[in-house]
Nanobody, 121 residues
Framework: VQLQASGGGLVQTGGSLRVSCAAYGRSFSGNTVGWFRQAPGKAREFVSLITWSGTTLYTDSVKGRFTISRENAKDMVYLQMDSLKPEDTAVYYC????????????????WGQGTLVTVSS
């Protein structure tokens, strides 16, 4: 499956953005889809995931501010990001795992190219 992340951009502190992940070539039916991010000079980190059945997980730093959702019929996953902070600045990647609720990047088989989110102070 090929993944296309989109929707990044420049936003001021406190603003909102929605990033999207689309699947091409094969559906991610039955799969878990995760969002990870990598800030300049830092390691890639888990942000959120959603399972096929709709179970969601978030890293502590985004709880209450980010919301993950999916439209299975369209093979789309979204990450709504509200109350953005400068420390949310990163390249955001979507990725697909066979199933489950793992937040380890090594458990994800397919990755999109990333979309840059920049939050200005």
């Amino acid at each position: 499956v090929q993944l296309q992340a989109s929707g990044g951009g420049l936003v001021q502190t406190g603003g909102s953005l929605r990033v999207s992940c689309a699947a091409y070539g094969r559906s991610f039916s039955g799969n878990t889809v995760g969002w990870f991010r990598q800030a300049p000079g830092k390691a890639r980190e888990f942000v959120s995931l959603i399972t096929w059945s709709g179970t969601t997980l978030y890293t502590d730093s985004v709880k209450g501010r980010f919301t993950i959702s999916r439209e299975n019929a369209k093979d789309m996953v979204y990450l709504q990001m509200d109350s953005l902070k400068p420390e949310d600045t990163a390249v955001y990647y979507c990725a697909v795992a066979p199933s489950g609720t793992s937040y380890y990047a090594t458990n994800y088989n397919y990755w999109g190219q990333g979309t840059l989110v920049t939050v200005s102070s």
